[in-house]
């Protein structure tokens, strides 16, 4: 780090208890005498995390902040404080605050006046609370000194038994993990995390994506392990970058040997809450379902899309048995609503019900599982068992009205399913890009007064079928032609559409890939002059929404985190163009080939007699790229981008 002399202080600050009201005092100097800091609008002194740790796991935290507020925004920023806590894990609540004004004074904020309410929510209703301190009038130079006590866990969310203390009490009981980041938004001059804990609970740790310096002691019965780090900016962030969690320094922390070990938990605790028991209604269904249904993978679709279409994603807190221990079959069934856990859990009771071996498993949504066993879940799905072996991921949450059965959108994730012999964590693998084409083929003619008119098709399958589909899935089939014209609109605010044609059903998406066919005229597409036209091809501008990758920066030169798109995909546009009688094209034919590990695109661009051929294919083949992709595939996507825009020069010989 940059200041070893500064972490040694801060490690010395951190083993003395307990700490002094105003311990901070060393550490404002040392950001006083920081000229890289003059000019900051507001700077965290201390970033303080204790947690003591109880023999069945739960955690008793002091959390402080000491943050110097040098600007007026910065006063308006933090004249009220917020935290989150789940009540069902949780308990938070100010235990102190001070305001150290510039001129010397000193003044005590009524912490008794804190509110406790309801946080913000959308979609997911668990009783999310927040806790809300207004510290009041700040000037430039005061410093904003409080402390939050919690008692609980983080990012399990089971609730426990009745008993009040229960509730805070881990899920796999006497067992402590933690995720803490170590990246910060506002300069910190330190951040430090400590631990004490029986000294016979063994634990695992790790700091990744950077370096801290890190103490261990033994005092008596108790281990008490410090991190800390010193003179910390804020993380540069770049557009499209994976998660923080991937890139950023953080501490990963668990009690729990291997994932092998939480896998077989996982497994116990839903059967011994026999959360995927028969129900004769459910059956019943399954047995319609099923009818005439020959092949595994015939049943195990039509289970797996009937639970995606028909269970709403709508997440109601139902008391004990949020998070790990999920829902029974009869309440699934019945409500048809919940989150990714209750209709993970309803697609393996039917799954079972038809004679399958289906099991849960947890995953991560946004980011990469580390090694160490710590519980970093926040998704659900399920795994059911081939007759060859092997075991299947499905995820009725992400693949509602879609042609997959597992979606491509969470390729190259982490999940660790809960089976009866236990697993090691598993990753799903790269989906080829040709499962999720998109393809356009357009014949167009244009006059001489830079009229455009043609046709073009369009069909696409896997993640770019439901992009494609996803206006006529969700909108009133009254609004269809408008959603169809709507793209031509975006390429001219003169376009019409003439006539569409996307089949009897669209919503059907189960029938096969969907085709679009739509007829247009755009009048004055071209720009004219004295025997000269320019124009640019329309098949490589249209659908924007559905080509993900155009809205990634291929302007810069480099990267220096990994990055990502939607998905893997293959784009194939086709134009076949009629120019007026005479017109010969004035740039030079095209046809460029670029080929990488991350990413190929072939384009070409030709004239023969009165009609232009234009050509793009692109090739991407990962959802989440490593930093050293970006050259490969920054030249693929840029050579399309620059041949779509390029306007093409024709003139009248």
């Excluded at 600050?13 to 890289?36: E, F, R, V, Y």
Aim: glycine share 6%; net charge neutral; hydrophobic share 40%.
């Amino acid at each position: 780090m940059k200041n070893n002399k500064l972490l040694s202080t801060m490690l010395t600050m951190a083993l003395a208890a307990p700490i002094a009201a105003q311990s901070w005092l060393p550490l404002k100097q040392h950001a006083d005498g920081a000229a890289d800091l003059v000019k900051e609008e507001a700077l965290v002194l201390l970033d303080s995390t204790g947690v003591v740790v109880a023999d069945n796991g739960s955690g008793s935290f002091t959390i402080r902040q000491v943050v110097e507020v040098r600007t007026t925004p910065a006063a308006l920023r933090y004249r009220v404080v917020k935290y989150d806590y789940d009540p069902l894990t949780a308990f938070a609540r100010f235990s102190r605050a001070t305001v150290y004004k510039a001129d010397g004074t000193k003044r005590e904020v009524d912490v008794t006046k804190a509110v406790d309410y309801a946080a913000p929510a959308r979609m997911i209703y668990w009783g999310a609370r927040q806790i809300m301190l207004e510290i009041g009038a700040l000037d430039s130079g005061d410093i904003v000194d409080y402390e939050i006590d919690k008692k609980g866990f983080t990012y399990a969310l089971l609730s426990a038994g009745a008993d009040d203390e229960e509730r805070f009490v881990p899920p796999m009981r006497g067992q402590f993990y933690d995720i803490v980041p170590f990246w910060v938004t506002t300069p910190t001059v330190r951040k430090v995390y400590t631990v004490d804990m029986p000294a016979d609970k063994e634990v695992q740790y790790e700091f990744y994506q950077g370096q801290c310096q890190s103490s261990m002691r033994l005092q008596g019965k108790r281990r008490l392990m410090t991190f800390a780090v010193a003179d910390v900016k804020p993380f540069p962030k770049e557009p499209n970058m994976v998660d923080l969690y991937d890139v950023a320094p953080k501490l990963m922390m668990s009690s729990t040997p291997e994932w092998k070990e939480k896998s077989l938990w996982f497994h116990k605790v839903n059967e011994d809450y026999n959360s995927f028991g028969a129900d004769p209604e459910t059956k019943k269904k399954v047995d319609e379902l099923l009818r005439g249904k020959r092949t595994e993978m015939e049943k195990i679709a039509v289970l797996t899309h009937w639970v995606a279409d028909n269970m709403r994603y709508s997440g109601i807190s139902m008391g004990k048995g949020e998070g790990y221990t999920l829902h029974a079959t009869k309440m699934n069934f019945t409500d048809r609503c919940g989150v990714c856990k209750d209709k993970a859990a309803l697609l393996i009771s039917m799954l079972r019900m038809a004679g399958f071996e289906a099991y849960p498993a947890m995953t991560m949504a946004g980011s990469r599982i580390e090694s160490i066993p710590a519980d970093h879940f926040n998704h659900c799905v399920t795994v059911v068992k081939l007759s060859n072996g092997q075991y299947m991921p499905l995820d009725p949450t992400w693949v509602p009205f879609q042609r997959e059965l597992w979606s491509s959108a969470e390729q190259q994730q982490h999940y660790l399913p809960g089976l009866p012999e236990g697993s090691e964590l598993l990753q799903t693998p790269l989906s080829p890009p040709e499962d999720h084409y998109f393809r356009l083929t357009a014949n167009t003619a244009l006059d001489a007064k830079g009229t455009l008119r043609g046709e073009f098709t369009v069909t696409a399958e896997g993640q770019s079928d439901a992009r494609l589909r996803w206006p006529l899935i969700r909108g009133l089939m009254a609004n269809w032609r408008n959603a169809m014209e709507s793209e031509l609109l975006r390429v001219s605010p003169g376009a019409r559409m003439l006539s569409v044609d996307y089949g009897r059903d669209p919503r059907d998406y189960q029938a096969g890939p969907i085709r679009i066919t739509m007829k247009f005229e755009i009048p004055d597409y071209a720009l004219t002059g004295d025997g000269v036209l320019l124009i640019r091809p329309i098949c490589a501008r249209l659908y924007p929404s559905v080509r993900t990758y155009m809205n990634i920066d291929t302007d810069r030169p480099t990267r220096r985190y990994g990055f990502k798109d939607a998905c893997s995909r293959l784009v194939e546009l086709k134009e076949t163009m009629t120019v007026p009688a005479g017109y010969t094209l004035r740039q030079s034919p095209v046809d460029e080939r670029l080929k990488s590990d991350a990413a190929d695109f072939i384009g070409s661009l030709s004239q023969r007699g009165n009609k232009l051929n234009i050509r793009h294919e692109l090739t991407l083949r990962k959802r989440v790229y490593d930093a050293a992709d970006w050259p490969g595939f920054r030249k693929a996507v840029k050579a399309h981008k620059d041949l779509a825009d390029e306007w093409l020069v024709l003139e009248k010989k």
